[in-house]
């Protein structure tokens, strides 16, 4: 059953990195935190295991959605080499923070980041400025970087942030989206290798694991989500702007609510 879990786990995932360009991480964390402490796995570790098995999912994830996008002209790849070193050193620096953190401390502190996101996506106004000068090159590394390092403690592919950054830099949604896809893919790389040396030394992570990446877990989500984010990619260059903004809150505002809940010790 535990491997049932798992593919219905990569489904949604691997829609909501197609559809939103999330990476699918807001989706596989809470899912993964859930089916772990569901099978009595230590919670000195289940936070910490669900994060390093997400970023190494959303390798995989991030390589279906990003080349579904950019064969609609959605990545902007200009912009991807610019935030790419800083992303990578922001996951490598993520990884190392969040081995000190505590488990349900760090439940909290995703959940939190998440709602604010979702907040701003659904209440605050963020008119499209198409044709707006992008940024520095300097700006865009330090975004990268900034978002490297947020998106490695929480287990995300970025999506949640680079989305944000990159509408207010002047790229139409569906053009965010896609180049978030793209950058979610050195976040997962350089996250997902962090998390599993920081998490080689740990003594009560279960068999099947190499540091904090469940290796069962990371196959069957990564086949699955990585059929499900062409169908997410294609949904995105189909639906509204606005419904795309408006979807994409709601599924933060339920991720992040269930994992803050979690990590105060409501659930």
Same mark, same amino acid.
């Given at each position: 059953?535990?491997?049932?879990?798992?593919?219905?786990?990569?489904?949604?995932?691997?829609?909501?990195?197609?559809?939103?360009?999330? !990476?699918?991480?807001?989706?596989?964390?809470?899912?993964?935190?859930?089916?772990? *402490?569901?099978?009595?796995? /230590?919670?000195?570790?289940? *936070?910490?295991?669900?994060?390093?098995? #997400?970023?190494?999912?959303?390798?995989?994830?991030?390589?279906?959605?990003?080349?579904?996008?950019?064969?609609?002209?959605?990545?902007?790849?200009?912009?991807?080499?610019?935030?790419?070193?800083?992303?990578?050193?922001?996951?490598?620096?993520?990884?190392?923070?969040?081995?000190? @953190?505590?488990?349900?401390?760090?439940?909290? @502190?995703?959940?939190?980041? $998440? =709602?604010?996101?979702?907040?701003?996506?659904?209440?605050?106004?963020?008119?499209?400025?198409?044709?707006? &000068? =992008?940024? /520095?090159?300097?700006?865009?590394?330090?975004?990268?970087?900034?978002?490297?390092?947020?998106?490695?403690?929480?287990? @995300?592919?970025?999506?949640?942030? *680079?989305?944000?950054?990159?509408?207010?830099? !002047?790229?139409?949604?569906?053009?965010?989206?896609?180049? #978030?896809?793209?950058?979610?893919?050195?976040?997962?790389?350089?996250?997902?290798?962090?998390?599993?040396?920081?998490?080689?030394?740990? %003594?009560?992570? &279960?068999?099947?694991?190499?540091?904090?990446?469940?290796?069962?877990?990371?196959?069957?989500?990564?086949?699955?989500?990585?059929? *499900?984010?062409?169908? +997410?990619?294609?949904?995105?260059? %189909?639906?509204? $702007? =606005?419904?795309?903004?408006?979807?994409?809150?709601?599924?933060?505002?339920?991720?992040? +609510?269930?994992?803050?809940?979690?990590?105060?010790?409501?659930?």
């Amino acid at each position: 059953m535990l491997y049932v879990w798992f593919v219905i786990a990569g489904a949604f995932a691997g829609v909501s990195a197609g559809l939103f360009g999330i !990476g699918g991480g807001m989706i596989i964390v809470p899912a993964l935190v859930w089916i772990f *402490t569901a099978y009595d796995f /230590s919670p000195e570790v289940v *936070t910490h295991l669900a994060i390093g098995t #997400s970023l190494a999912t959303i390798v995989v994830t991030s390589i279906s959605s990003l080349t579904a996008h950019n064969k609609r002209g959605g990545v902007r790849w200009e912009v991807w080499r610019k935030m790419a070193l800083g992303l990578v050193i922001g996951s490598l620096v993520g990884a190392g923070v969040a081995d000190m @953190i505590d488990g349900k401390a760090l439940q909290a @502190i995703i959940g939190m980041g $998440a =709602l604010l996101v979702a907040f701003k996506m659904l209440f605050l106004s963020n008119k499209e400025q198409l044709g707006k &000068p =992008l940024p /520095s090159a300097g700006i865009q590394f330090g975004a990268g970087t900034g978002i490297g390092m947020a998106s490695s403690i929480f287990g @995300i592919g970025g999506g949640s942030l *680079t989305v944000p950054f990159l509408n207010w830099a !002047g790229l139409p949604m569906k053009q965010s989206v896609g180049t #978030s896809a793209a950058c979610g893919l050195p976040i997962a790389l350089a996250g997902a290798a962090g998390f599993a040396w920081f998490g080689q030394d740990v %003594v009560n992570l &279960p068999e099947g694991t190499i540091g904090f990446v469940h290796i069962t877990g990371f196959l069957c989500i990564s086949a699955v989500s990585f059929a *499900t984010a062409k169908v +997410g990619a294609k949904l995105a260059h %189909v639906l509204p $702007a =606005l419904t795309l903004k408006r979807a994409f809150g709601v599924l933060l505002l339920f991720a992040g +609510g269930q994992l803050l809940l979690s990590g105060i010790g409501v659930l």
